[in-house]
């Protein structure tokens, strides 16, 4: 099977936030679908933090990000857990209906927990709108426009992950490493790049860089 077609598949990048207690938490997600009028589904992996936050509070956020958010939410958001630390430190963020919104956004919808559906490595969350609202007029991200702009890769936990090796890919011309932690595709010699160089995606440090032999 090609699995790359299933990049086809269209998707917007978001943020889905909880509160642990007093402690602001959340996700980057792709996996987010208006499912009837006043119902969104959102899929979280068994093992984020998230998923176990949003079943204690029972109430979670649905954050749309924009092409103008700052890649660095993504890098924390999206390869950190909340399990280390509070990810919200840092970036400008607000309460609604009791649920941390980040504003470097297009927006957010809140929602109450109605129904979690439990799959082989995900559960399936289902919510009903109880709020939400626009922040301005930008152009909410696409997964393409982070694919092929940002240049970024999803982690293991994302539903939409594909191995390197099943992706069938060209053989490269000249040196490429990759990041071990959000797989972003380094093109030349990064022992070139100067010690304090990261990661344009995750922000991590030039030391999780590995090099692809291709035999
Ligand atoms: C572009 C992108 C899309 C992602 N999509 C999902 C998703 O749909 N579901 C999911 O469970 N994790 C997804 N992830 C991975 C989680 O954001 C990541 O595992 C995060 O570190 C979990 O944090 P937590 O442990 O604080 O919940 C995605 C990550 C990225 C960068």
Not at 51 to 69: M, P, V, W
Request: charged share 25%; aromatic share 12%.
């Amino acid at each position: 099977m090609n699995k790359k077609i299933l990049w086809d598949i269209s998707y917007g990048v978001y943020v889905v936030s909880s509160l642990d207690k007093e402690k602001p938490t959340g996700c980057i997600i792709n996996t987010a679908v208006q499912l009837t009028e006043n119902k969104i589904g959102v899929c979280i992996n068994h093992n984020n933090y998230t998923n176990s936050i949003i079943k204690e509070n029972k109430n979670f956020a649905l954050t749309i990000l924009s092409e103008k958010t700052n890649p660095d939410i993504i890098a924390t958001f999206g390869f950190a857990s909340g399990r280390e630390k509070n990810k919200f430190d840092g970036f400008e963020y607000k309460m609604f209906d009791n649920l941390p919104v980040l504003l470097n956004s297009k927006g957010y919808i809140a929602l109450k927990l109605v129904q979690a559906v439990e799959l082989e490595t995900h559960t399936f969350f289902i919510g009903e709108i109880i709020d939400g609202d626009v922040f301005n007029d930008e152009i909410p991200m696409t997964y393409k426009y982070y694919h092929d702009v940002i240049k970024g890769r999803a982690p293991k936990a994302a539903p939409t992950y594909i191995a390197p090796e099943d992706l069938n890919e060209a053989k490269p011309m000249g040196k490429r490493f990759r990041c071990k932690v959000c797989g972003y595709i380094y093109e030349g010699d990064i022992e070139k790049e100067p010690p304090n160089f990261v990661c344009p995606v995750c922000k991590q440090p030039k030391s999780v860089f590995e090099e692809i032999l291709y035999a």
